[in-house]
C-alpha cells in the first residue's frame, strides 16, 4: 500500500507541476492573440497567419490545462501489469480518463482509449493480446489488473480481480449522483460495453442495448475512442450525433466535454434531414411530432420507401431519353436502346444527375470516334453543332424544380392508390422530411456536398424504416453507430419493434457488427425479471435483461378502473417516494 500511496503522491505532483506550467502557457498566448487582435489590419496576411496558429496552440494548451485540472482530484482508476512478448520485459501502466505526463519519455498515467488499455477492460489474467488500429495482435501475459478507489486526491482503497469492477464495486458507485457516476463509468466499463468501444469506425453497427445498459454514454466513449485512435480518418467534424428529443441531446452535450470531445454536431433526425435539403428548406415552413392515431403508420415504413422510390424510377423514365441516339444526317446510330437501358440499370441507385453525367460520358465518347473516323467527313461547324446538341441531349444536370411540389405530387399518386395520407402546407414531420431529403438527393442534388463521415443514433427504435432507408441513401458515403432498444419502442407502428429489416439495410458488409447489451445498471434484479417476463408476452423478439445482482422491493401490481385512477394513483406513490 506504501508504494501505491507513494505513486499517487507523485503523480499528483506532476500533475500540479503541469496545471501551474500550462496555465502560465494559456495567460501567455492569450496576451499574444490580444496584442495581435489590436494591431492585426485586413490586409496582413503573415499575422493572420500566426494568429490562427496561436489561436489553434491556445485551444489545444487549454484542454490540456483542463484535463490535468481534472485529473487533481482521481490522476487514474486502474493498473495493468504485464510482460511484453515483444519486447521481453515487465511494464506497469496506470490508466486514467486522459494521458498525464511528467516530460516527453516518462508517461506517469496512459489515456484510457490508448490500445494498450484495451487490456485492462477485456482480458483475465495469463497470456492474451490487444489490438491495435493497423489491425496487428500485440502479445503480453497480463499479470496484474488493479482497480482503485481514489477520492479527493486519497487512496482509499485498491481491488485485484480477473474483470475490471464486480457487482459490488459496481454497485458502489451506482450508488452516487449521475454526476459523479459519470466520472467513474471510464474506471467500470464491462467487457460487452468494450468491445462496443473499440469496434473499428470503417462498418456500421447496431447495438440493441437494455434499458439502463449505458447505450448513450457507451456511444460518447465510442466518439471519443475513435477520435482518439483515428485521427488521420476523423475529426470532430465529421461525426453527427442523432437524437430523439432535445432534453437527450442536451445530456450529450454535458457528457462530451468530459471525455475530451469538442466540436461534434448534435442534432434530431428532424433537424437532420432539414440540414439535408439545403436551400430547398423554406424557413417560414414548420416541424410537428408524429402523433399516434393521426400520422398515417406507413409513412413511417419501407414500403413507404419503396413508392417513393417507384416515383423517382417513373420519373427518370420520363425525363431521361430512351429511345436509339442517331445522327440525322448519316443515320448511324451512337447509343442504342438497349446499351441506353444498361447504362440505367448500372446506375439505378445514382442520383439523376449523376444518371445523366454517365450517359453523357459515354455518348459523347462514342461521339468523337464518330467525328474522328474515317467513314463520314464532318465539317467544323458541323462537328461543333453536334457536339453542342448532345451535351445536353439526356438534360442538363441543374434541376430547377421545388422539391416541395414535387413531394406533394407524389403524395396524390399516393391518394389515388388509395393510400390515406393527408398534404401538408408549410408544417412536416419527420417522415415528410425525410422522403423530401430523398428527392432532393436524388432528383435535384448536382453537386456532391460533403457531409459527415461517421453518424451516430441514439434511441434509434423511435424512428421508423423510411428514416433510415432515406438516411441510408442520403449519406451514403459515411458509416454508422446505430443504438437502441427496441423493447423500448412507445410508438408502435412508428418505430422499430425488431431490428430485421434494419439489419439487413445498415449491415450488409461481412465486418459489420450487431451487438447486444445485455446487462442493466439501472435496475433491480425484481424490476429486471418482471419487465422480461412482460417482453414475452409480445409478438415480437425479446433481448433478455440482465441485471447486476442488486435487489429490491418485489414488484406490485395495482388495478385501476380507469386512466384517471392509473394516475392519481402513480401520482400517490410518486409523492410516497418523495
Not at 427 to 441: E, R, S
Amino acid at each position: 500500500r506504501k508504494a501505491e500511496e507513494a505513486y499517487l503522491a507523485e503523480t499528483l505532483r506532476v500533475v500540479r507541476d503541469n496545471v501551474r506550467e500550462y496555465g502560465q502557457e494559456v495567460a501567455k498566448m492569450q496576451e499574444d492573440i490580444d496584442e495581435m487582435l489590436e494591431h492585426y489590419h485586413d490586409n496582413d496576411a503573415e499575422v493572420l497567419t500566426i494568429l490562427n496558429n496561436t489561436v489553434t496552440m491556445h485551444t489545444h494548451m487549454k484542454r490540456a490545462l483542463e484535463r490535468n485540472e481534472k485529473a487533481l482530484k482521481k490522476p487514474y482508476f486502474g493498473r495493468i501489469v504485464f510482460h511484453d512478448e515483444a519486447l521481453n520485459k515487465e511494464e506497469s501502466l496506470y490508466i486514467g480518463r486522459g494521458g498525464i505526463a511528467k516530460d516527453t519519455t516518462h508517461q506517469m498515467v496512459t489515456d484510457w482509449r490508448a490500445p494498450v488499455a484495451n487490456a485492462y477492460y477485456e482480458n483475465g489474467l495469463g497470456k492474451c493480446s490487444y489490438p491495435v488500429p493497423d489491425g496487428q495482435q500485440m502479445e503480453i501475459e497480463l499479470l496484474l489488473k488493479r482497480t482503485y478507489e481514489i477520492e479527493d486526491a486519497k487512496l482509499i482503497d485498491y481491488y485485484d480481480s480477473e474483470v475490471v469492477a464486480n457487482d459490488e464495486l459496481l454497485t458502489r458507485y451506482l450508488a452516487k449522483n449521475k454526476k459523479a457516476v459519470l466520472g467513474e463509468i471510464i474506471a467500470t466499463i464491462q467487457q460487452e460495453q468494450n468491445e462496443v468501444i473499440r469496434k473499428k469506425p470503417q462498418h456500421n453497427m447496431i447495438v440493441q442495448g437494455a434499458a439502463g445498459s449505458g447505450k448513450t454514454t457507451v456511444a460518447m466513449h465510442r466518439i471519443s475512442y475513435i477520435l482518439y485512435n483515428y485521427e488521420q480518418e476523423f475529426a470532430p467534424e465529421d461525426f453527427y450525433i442523432v437524437g430523439s428529443n432535445q432534453v437527450l441531446l442536451n445530456y450529450i452535450t454535458g457528457v462530451l466535454p468530459e471525455l475530451n470531445v469538442y466540436g461534434v454536431s448534435q442534432m434530431t433526425m428532424e433537424q437532420l434531414f432539414v440540414r439535408l435539403l439545403y436551400e430547398d428548406w423554406d424557413k417560414s415552413w414548420q416541424i410537428k411530432p408524429v402523433v399516434k392515431g393521426v400520422t398515417p403508420a406507413v409513412k413511417g415504413t419501407l414500403v413507404w420507401f419503396k413508392e417513393l422510390e417507384n416515383f423517382c424510377l417513373r420519373y427518370e423514365y420520363r425525363a431521361i431519353p430512351r429511345e436509339d441516339v442517331v445522327i440525322e444526317k448519316t443515320g448511324k446510330v451512337l447509343l442504342d436502346r438497349a446499351t441506353i437501358a444498361r447504362l440505367l440499370k448500372e446506375t439505378k441507385d445514382l442520383s439523376r444527375a449523376d444518371k445523366i453525367s454517365r450517359l453523357t460520358d459515354y455518348l459523347m465518347a462514342r461521339l468523337e470516334n464518330e467525328l474522328s473516323g474515317k467513314y463520314y467527313s464532318y465539317t467544323q461547324p458541323e462537328k461543333q453543332k453536334l457536339k453542342h446538341y448532345y451535351e445536353t441531349y439526356f438534360g442538363k444536370r441543374e434541376w430547377k424544380g421545388s422539391v416541395a411540389e414535387l413531394y406533394e405530387q407524389f403524395l396524390k399518386e399516393e391518394q389515388e392508390k388509395d393510400f390515406t395520407v393527408e398534404v401538408p402546407e408549410g408544417v412536416y414531420d419527420v417522415y415528410d422530411l425525410a422522403a423530401m431529403a430523398y428527392l432532393y438527393k436524388r432528383l435535384k442534388e448536382d453537386t456532391v456536398i460533403r457531409e459527415a463521415g461517421h453518424v451516430v443514433i441514439d434511441e434509434a427504435q423511435d424512428f421508423g424504416m423510411m428514416a433510415y432507408a432515406s438516411l441510408k441513401y442520403c449519406l451514403s458515403k459515411c458509416t454508422y453507430t446505430i443504438m437502441g432498444d427496441v423493447a423500448q419502442n412507445i410508438s408502435d407502428r412508428y418505430g422499430l419493434n425488431d431490428w430485421t429489416e434494419l439489419r439487413k439495410l445498415m449491415l450488409p458488409g461481412e465486418y459489420d457488427y450487431f451487438g447486444i447489451l445485455q446487462k442493466s445498471y439501472r435496475n433491480t434484479v425484481e424490476i429486471s425479471e418482471f419487465a422480461t417476463d412482460i417482453l414475452y408476452h409480445g409478438s415480437f423478439p425479446v433481448y433478455p435483461v440482465e441485471s447486476i445482482i442488486r435487489h429490491g422491493e418485489p414488484v406490485t401490481v395495482k388495478k385501476c378502473v380507469d386512466f384517471t385512477e392509473q394516475v392519481t394513483q402513480a401520482e400517490q406513490i410518486i409523492k410516497a417516494w418523495q
